[in-house]
């Protein structure tokens, strides 16, 4: 388990070290706090498999994902925000904005432009997508980046669920140890969130998904 913390350095320091640290364990991007004398950030960072996971703890900040960082990325990935605290407003490529609170769920992609604000107290569990994992599990993953997903039905319910307690076994010095195939059935639950909603997936390519689904689990 990684881990880092902006508390204890300078308050000259805090914000390019908290800049570096999430270009650098998430994506390319610039943040800007809200207070900058005030600015405290953790994160955490766990292999889960194929997948990374990122749990993110911040004080109030605007984030902007540009077009200039999306140049910098050789293989843009996707990532899944899971807010276990508080609530943000995204939105991809300057569009309409979407709040995501507690228990919502919203899939982002690198490979696009995104901005995202939240106050304090902040805390979001993100679960980094390899763009080819994604790509292959889901029949169209573009209409679900930007979507939020509420816990609405049981699909959302339960990976909601299952975000939050993958988010409780992460904590400084625990010895957390995920098999691939546990990284198979997180994205197994993702698949199955998105197929219960009629706007993130066409119908034509669901029967598709749910092979796709099948054959991988065959081979765990």
């Given at each position: 388990?990684?881990?880092?913390?902006?508390r204890g350095?300078?308050?000259?320091?805090?914000?390019?070290?908290?800049?570096?640290?999430s270009?650098?364990?998430?994506?390319?991007?610039?943040?800007?706090?809200r207070?900058?004398?005030?600015?405290?950030?953790?994160?955490?960072?766990?292999?889960?498999g194929?997948?990374?996971v990122i749990?993110?703890?911040?004080?109030a900040?605007?984030?902007?994902?540009?077009?200039?960082?999306?140049?910098r990325?050789?293989?843009?990935?996707?990532?899944?925000?899971?807010?276990?605290q508080?609530?943000?407003q995204?939105?991809?490529?300057?569009?309409?904005s979407?709040?995501?609170?507690?228990?919502?769920?919203?899939?982002?992609?690198?490979?696009?432009?995104?901005?995202?604000?939240h106050?304090?107290?902040?805390?979001?569990?993100?679960?980094?997508i390899?763009?080819?994992?994604?790509?292959?599990?889901?029949?169209?993953?573009?209409?679900?980046?930007?979507?939020?997903?509420?816990?609405?039905?049981?699909a959302?319910?339960?990976?909601?669920?299952?975000?939050?307690?993958?988010?409780?076994?992460?904590?400084?010095g625990?010895?957390?140890?995920?098999?691939?195939?546990?990284?198979?059935?997180?994205l197994?639950?993702?698949?199955?969130?998105?197929?219960?909603e009629p706007?993130?997936?066409?119908?034509?390519g669901?029967?598709?998904?749910?092979?796709?689904l099948?054959?991988?689990?065959?081979?765990?």
């Amino acid at each position: 388990m990684q881990a880092w913390s902006t508390r204890g350095l300078p308050a000259s320091r805090k914000l390019a070290y908290w800049n570096a640290l999430s270009s650098e364990s998430i994506a390319a991007m610039e943040v800007t706090p809200r207070d900058a004398r005030a600015f405290e950030g953790e994160m955490l960072r766990e292999a889960v498999g194929p997948l990374t996971v990122i749990d993110v703890r911040s004080a109030a900040v605007r984030l902007a994902h540009t077009r200039d960082h999306v140049r910098r990325l050789d293989m843009p990935s996707y990532i899944l925000l899971a807010p276990l605290q508080g609530r943000m407003q995204l939105s991809v490529e300057h569009g309409r904005s979407v709040d995501v609170e507690t228990g919502e769920l919203c899939l982002l992609d690198h490979a696009r432009t995104y901005q995202l604000e939240h106050g304090d107290g902040m805390r979001t569990l993100c679960v980094d997508i390899p763009r080819a994992t994604l790509d292959a599990l889901l029949p169209a993953p573009q209409r679900a980046v930007g979507l939020r997903l509420s816990p609405t039905s049981g699909a959302v319910r339960l990976l909601s669920g299952l975000l939050r307690d993958l988010g409780a076994e992460l904590h400084p010095g625990a010895l957390a140890s995920f098999t691939p195939a546990f990284a198979q059935g997180l994205l197994g639950f993702i698949a199955e969130a998105y197929a219960s909603e009629p706007d993130s997936l066409p119908e034509a390519g669901i029967a598709a998904r749910v092979t796709a689904l099948r054959d991988r689990k065959s081979v765990v």
